[in-house]
């Protein structure tokens, strides 16, 4: 998802669109939140893991 998030940055900022720069960075801050839930052991939507 950081990944996902990572890249649709980079398109909304080259092709200048703002709703790929947006869900963006709203998927980069969602996938940073999963990380640091799932490295801290906390289950995240019934895994012990999240990739």
Do not use: P
């Not at 890249?7 to 709203?26: E, M």
């Amino acid at each position: 998802m950081i990944v996902l998030g990572i890249i649709l940055l980079v398109i909304g900022f080259v092709a200048n669109i703002a709703i790929l720069w947006t869900i963006g960075i709203i998927l980069v801050a969602i996938g940073a939140v999963l990380w640091i839930l799932g490295s801290l052991g906390h289950a995240v939507r019934g895994r012990r893991h999240y990739w």
